[in-house]
């Protein structure tokens, strides 16, 4: 079952609230995976933020896809879907905050003090990364796998593995 959050005061998500029937514009939900959603119409879908306004009709009604939420993005989306990153031009998507991957070029998305993340999940394993693509943690599938993903090594003498 998805959590729905209705939009709260000047478009915040109000957390642990229920959805009110019937309540007026977008509004935030919760995925199956516990990242930031868009409620859809049928208020029974909840799709991932990055989802929304990426060319696919999701939704059963397509309102994921509708002209006046897509038609300036990320400015014309919904803060509770939108994640800015330390270049204050960049932005994201907010489902994509500390998920591990470097979405926002420069690591702002994964690290303090722009974002405050846990500390590396199961499966991942904790160093400074050679790789652009991960920040603090690279998958523990990259480990002991003769080539350097660490700048200490650590991924090759320290990861226990996969």
Not at 102 to 110: A, L, P, T, V
Not at 133 to 140: H, L, Q, S, T, V
Request: some cysteine; overall charge negative; charged content about 20%.
């Amino acid at each position: 079952m998805n959590k729905v959050f209705p939009q709260g005061h000047h478009g915040k998500a109000a957390a642990g609230t229920k959805a009110v029937p019937g309540g007026a514009g977008p509004q935030a939900c919760a995925t199956l995976a516990n990242r930031t959603g868009f409620l859809c119409h049928d208020r029974r879908s909840c799709i991932p933020a990055s989802g929304v306004c990426d060319g696919t009709r999701t939704c059963p009604h397509g309102e994921d896809e509708e002209e006046g939420l897509c038609r300036d993005v990320p400015h014309s989306l919904p803060s509770f879907l939108v994640a800015h990153c330390g270049d204050p031009a960049s932005w994201i998507y907010s489902d994509q905050k500390c998920d591990g991957t470097n979405n926002c070029g420069d690591c702002s998305d994964e690290l303090s003090p722009v974002t405050v993340c846990a500390p590396c999940g199961p499966g991942w394993w904790h160093c400074s990364s050679t790789v652009f693509k991960y920040c603090d943690c690279i998958p523990r599938s990259l480990c002991r796998d003769r080539v350097q993903h660490c700048s200490d090594w650590s991924d090759e003498y320290a990861c226990p593995g996969p």
